[in-house]
C-alpha cells in the first residue's frame, strides 16, 4: 500500500505560480508511475503530468504543455508540480497519484483509472 501526501496548494493570481509536492511512502515498483490528477467543481478527474521514477521520462496533457513541469528527487521519495502561468481554467483540486506501470502505459494516457493510489488532494484557486 501506498501512501501519497500532497502539500504545496493554495490561492494565486492568474500569471502566477505554485510548486506542489507529493511525499510517497514508498518508491517501488508500486509507484514507479507517478502522476498528477486534478479535478475541478462540476468536472471529472483530468490527467495532468507523469512521470516514470526509473529514468525520469514525462508526459504532459496538451491543456499544459509549457507551463508545467513534473519532476522528482528519487532520494526523498517526492514527486513535484511545477506550475506556472497560472489560469482561472487551472483552479482544481489538485490530486497525486501512483500505479505499478510500466513504462510506455505510464507515458501513454492520462486516465485517472490507470492509478491505484491516491493522495488527499490539495487545492489550487487561480482568481483572474
Known amino acids: 500500500q501506498v501512501q501519497l501526501v500532497e502539500s504545496g496548494g493554495g490561492a494565486v493570481q492568474a500569471g502566477g505560480s505554485l510548486r506542489l509536492s507529493c511525499a510517497a511512502s514508498e518508491y517501488s515498483g508500486n509507484s514507479r508511475c507517478m502522476g498528477w490528477v486534478r479535478q475541478a467543481p462540476g468536472k471529472e478527474r483530468e490527467g495532468v503530468a507523469t512521470?516514470?521514477?526509473?529514468?525520469?521520462?514525462?508526459n504532459y496533457a496538451d491543456s499544459v504543455k509549457g507551463r508545467f513541469t513534473i519532476s522528482h528527487d528519487y532520494a526523498k521519495s517526492t514527486v513535484y508540480l511545477e506550475v506556472n502561468s497560472l489560469k482561472p481554467e487551472d483552479t482544481a483540486m489538485y490530486y497525486c497519484a501512483a500505479a505499478p506501470l510500466v513504462l510506455a502505459a505510464c507515458l501513454s494516457g492520462f486516465s485517472p483509472q490507470s492509478f491505484r493510489y491516491w493522495g488527499q488532494g490539495t487545492q489550487v484557486t487561480v482568481s483572474s
Open positions: 512521470i516514470y521514477i526509473f529514468g525520469g521520462r514525462t
